[in-house]
T-cell receptor
C-alpha cells in the first residue's frame, strides 16, 4: 500500500461527458502528479501541483484541468471526453520539500476510464 | 531532447534464471535514474534509483542496476527471477531529484516461464 488513494477505480462514461478523478496523497506529501497510461502512448506526465500551486505541465490537453486543494487532495477534471481518452490515470505523490526530496514517487492504483 | 529507450517490449525468462532489462537514455548532463515496477492491477513502485556515487545500486526485491556513463545505460539485473517478478518495468530519467520532469521509457513486460 503506497498510501496514495485514488477514486473511482473504474469509470465508464460516454463521449462528450465530463468526469472528475480524485487523489489523496500520502500523509505529509506536498506534491501531487497526474499521469495518463495508455497502450499506444505509454506513461505520460500530465501535471504537477506542489502545496496547492501548479508546478509543471506536461502533455495535458486543454480539455483537462486539475487542482490541488488546501487539504492537499487533488482532482483531475476531464471534459468533452473522446474515445481516445480511455486510459488508466495515475496519481502520484512525493515529499516535495526542498532538500529532502528522495526522488521517489508514490503511485496510487489508478483510475481506469473507459469512454464509449 | 531527453529520451529513454527500453528496447525490449517483452522479455520471457524461466523461473530461477537471471534477468537483465535494458535502458538507454539521452541526456546532456548526469541524469537522475530510476527503475519502477508495475505489477498487474497496481500502481508503479520504485525499485531503485541512482543519483551519484557508486554506479552499482541495490534495490528492493533483489534487483540491482548499473549506471554506465560511457554507454548511456542503466540496465536492471536480477540473478534469479521468481514468478512474482512478472510485471512491467519502467526506466525513467530525471533532471533533478524533484522528478516532476521525469522522462519515462515505454516499459518492458517481463513474463516468467515456470
Amino acid at each position: 500500500d503506497s498510501g496514495v488513494t485514488q477514486t473511482p477505480k473504474h469509470l465508464i462514461t460516454a463521449t462528450g461527458q465530463r468526469v472528475t478523478l480524485r487523489c489523496s496523497p500520502r500523509s505529509g506529501d506536498l506534491s501531487v502528479y497526474w499521469y495518463q497510461q495508455s497502450l499506444d502512448q505509454g506513461l505520460q506526465f500530465l501535471i504537477q501541483y506542489y502545496n496547492g500551486e501548479e508546478r509543471a505541465k506536461g502533455n495535458i490537453l486543454e480539455r483537462f484541468s486539475a487542482q490541488q486543494f488546501p487539504d492537499l487532495h487533488s482532482e483531475l477534471n476531464l471534459s468533452s471526453l473522446e474515445l481516445g481518452d480511455s486510459a488508466l490515470y495515475f496519481c502520484a505523490s512525493s515529499e516535495g520539500l526542498a532538500g529532502t526530496n528522495t526522488g521517489e514517487l508514490f503511485f496510487g492504483e489508478g483510475s481506469r476510464l473507459t469512454v464509449l | 531532447a531527453q529520451s529513454v529507450t527500453q528496447p525490449d517490449i517483452h522479455i520471457t525468462v524461466s523461473e530461477g534464471a537471471s534477468l537483465e532489462l535494458r535502458c538507454n537514455y539521452s541526456y546532456g548532463a548526469t541524469p537522475y535514474l530510476f527503475w519502477y515496477v508495475q505489477s498487474p492491477g497496481q500502481g508503479l513502485q520504485l525499485l531503485l534509483k541512482y543519483f551519484s556515487g557508486d554506479t552499482l545500486v541495490q534495490g528492493i526485491k533483489g534487483f540491482e542496476a548499473e549506471f554506465k556513463r560511457s554507454q548511456s545505460s542503466f540496465n536492471l539485473r536480477k540473478p534469479s527471477v521468481h514468478w512474482s517478478d512478472a510485471a512491467e518495468y519502467f526506466c525513467a530519467v530525471g533532471a533533478s531529484k524533484r522528478n516532476y520532469q521525469l522522462i519515462w521509457g515505454a516499459g518492458t513486460k517481463l513474463i516468467i516461464k515456470p
